[in-house]
């Protein structure tokens, strides 16, 4: 799980690095990116709190 967590970090900040780049160079300021990625961590915020408690384990599944 952890590999796939790093793996999903580093083709995102590079994906992501490019991308807003891109919107500088069509609009002239970060302004349209950054907001865009304002309201993406929000949202992300809001599923993440849609997960729920973590399942406590069973006492009989603690002894093996």
Known sequence: ???????SLSVSGAIGSALIG?????????DAALIIIAVAVVLAGFVYL???????????????
């Open 50 to 64: 849609l997960l729920g408690r973590y399942p406590k384990p069973e006492l009989s599944e603690l002894k093996h």
């Open 1 to 7: 799980v952890y590999g796939m967590v790093a793996f």
């Open 22 to 30: 891109a919107s500088y160079d069509n609009y002239g300021s970060y």
